[in-house]
Nanobody, 115 residues
Framework: QVQLVESGGGLVQAGGSLRLSCAVSGSISVSNVMAWYRQAPGKQRELVARIILFGSTDYADSVKGRFTISRDNAKNTIYLQMNSLKTEDTAVYYC?????????WGQGTQVTVSS
């Protein structure tokens, strides 16, 4: 049974920072491809950042230079450090991975950035 559990969301003022965590349990290692997505009200879910084999990362243009994805293999946890937050970063953030063609998602964590 694969389980992804996000935490760390909350309310923050514009310009502030948050760090999201995603703890993974079950038969999946965070050394797999891991990703953070977000979905704002009335919008489609979008890829924010991902970390692939050997630690390479890529980011959505809207968060480059502000967000950093990382992982701790020993804790089987990935993180999303979010700095210089903007009101447009307000969304539910989800971590995700896949194995053998099956996608797995966490329940999401709400991030709200106030002006």
């Amino acid at each position: 049974q694969v389980q992804l559990v996000e935490s760390g969301g909350g309310l923050v003022q514009a310009g502030g920072s948050l760090r999201l965590s995603c703890a993974v349990s079950g038969s999946i290692s965070v050394s797999n491809v891991m990703a953070w997505y977000r979905q704002a009200p009335g919008k489609q879910r979008e890829l924010v950042a991902r970390i692939i084999l050997f630690g390479s990362t890529d980011y959505a243009d809207s968060v480059k230079g502000r967000f950093t994805i990382s992982r701790d293999n020993a804790k089987n946890t990935i993180y999303l450090q979010m700095n210089s937050l903007k009101t447009e970063d307000t969304a539910v953030y989800y971590c995700s991975t896949s194995k053998y063609g099956v996608d797995y998602w966490g329940q999401g964590t709400q991030v709200t950035v106030s002006s």
